[in-house]
């Protein structure tokens, strides 16, 4: 069965850091681009970042130079580091295959809140 949890989200003052982690149980997503996810209240679900099979990573505009996801070696685990926090990086934040219409079931997400 597939399952994603996410976890380590938090409330952060501005400039300070956060590390999420995503637990990908099933085959799929050892085999699958990987990406971070994030709804702001009253806004769409927006893709943060990415990491393809074979490690390549890229990143959403807002996001650069500030978070960095991860894989462990299994792929059954996927990371996001977030430094610098800002108040428009709140959100709830989701781990799932990418792109997300590729997707057919998301995990409850984790809340990061910043704020001073």
């Known amino acids: 069965q597939v399952q994603l949890v996410e976890s380590g989200g938090g409330l952060v003052q501005p400039g300070g850091s956060l590390r999420l982690s995503c637990e990908a149980s099933?085959?799929?997503?050892?085999?699958?681009?990987m990406a971070w996810y994030r709804q702001a209240s009253g806004r769409k679900r927006e893709w943060v970042a990415f990491?393809?099979?074979?490690?390549?990573?890229d990143y959403n505009e807002p996001v650069k130079g500030r978070f960095t996801i991860s894989r462990d070696s299994a792929k059954t685990k996927v990371y996001l580091q977030m430094t610098n926090l800002k108040s428009e990086d709140t959100a709830v934040y989701y781990c799932?295959?990418?792109?997300?219409?590729?997707?057919?079931?998301w995990g409850q997400g984790t809340q990061v809140t910043v704020a001073s």
């Open positions: 099933g085959n799929i997503f050892r085999r699958s681009t």
């Open positions: 990491q393809t099979e074979g490690g390549y990573t």
């Open positions: 799932n295959v990418f792109p997300s219409r590729d997707a057919t079931s």
